[in-house]
T-cell receptor, first 110, second 112 residues
Framework: RKEVEQDPGPFNVPEGATVAFNCTYS??????FFWYRQDCRKEPKLLMS???SGNEDGRFTAQLNRASQYISLLIRDSKLSDSATYLC???????????FGKGTRLSVIA | DGGITQSPKYLFRKEGQNVTLSCEQN?????MYWYRQDPGQGLRLIYY???????QKGDIAEGYSVSREKKESFPLTVTSAQKNPTAFYLC???????????FGSGTRLTVV
């Protein structure tokens, strides 16, 4: 089983739609979780950290389910500018580097 | 403004030549990382360093070398031993392990 798994997509959704991505991780001792956004031919940028109680930032909501070892990202009222690849990122523990998923591609269509 | 700077943005080299990619940060971050990304693929870890004068191999270290003589700087050398060096190279830094990373804008290396 891969350390961090994501559906590669693409998810093609109309403007204004709600879309959700899930990501599973294999290490039950993982301590920190993040969602990054990467635009085409650009560097990844931190979208949001994911907290145990779930957290929201505007139209974006992140959830963590430790029992099932998955995290999710919900985007409400999708905008054309949300089109990007979304990377699920996990910190396993013990001073090791973050583990990046391969990303889920989102295209928001007018 | 604090940030992480990679240079150059684009680099062209002939096959068989070594090339060094620069990465400098003024965020006072302890840890620095190098990743490689191929078209349509995920990030693959090359090397990382958590303190000055110390670094560890990542998943694809063969054909690469690094140094960490200063906290601010973590240059990557792509040697002639790297069989397929053409890729997008990303440098990142974090205050400490487990914190989110800040990435540089990357260097696109093309070997002809």
């Amino acid at each position: 089983r891969k350390e961090v798994e994501q559906d590669p997509g693409p998810f093609n959704v109309p403007e204004g739609a709600t879309v959700a991505f899930n990501c599973t991780y294999s290490n039950s001792a993982s301590q920190s979780f993040f969602w990054y956004r990467q635009d085409c031919r650009k560097e990844p940028k931190l979208l949001m950290s994911v907290y145990s109680s779930g957290n929201e930032d505007g139209r974006f909501t992140a959830q963590l389910n430790r029992a099932s070892q998955y995290i999710s990202l919900l985007i409400r009222d999708s905008k054309l500018s949300d089109s990007a690849t979304y990377l699920c990122v996990v910190y396993p523990s013990g001073n090791t580097p973050l583990v990046f998923g391969k990303g889920t591609r989102l295209s928001v269509i007018a | 403004d604090g940030g992480i700077t990679q240079s150059p943005k684009y680099l062209f080299r002939k096959e068989g030549q070594n090339v060094t990619l620069s990465c400098e940060q003024n965020l006072n971050h302890d840890a620095m990382y190098w990743y490689r990304q191929d078209p349509g693929q995920g990030l693959r870890l090359i090397y990382y360093s958590q303190i000055v004068n110390d670094f560890q191999k990542g998943d694809i270290a063969e054909g690469y070398s690094v140094s960490r003589e200063k906290k601010e700087s973590f240059p990557l050398t792509v040697t002639s031993a790297q069989k397929n060096p053409t890729a997008f190279y990303l440098c990142a830094s974090s205050l400490r392990p487990g914190n989110g990373y800040t990435f540089g804008s990357g260097t696109r290396l093309t070997v002809v």
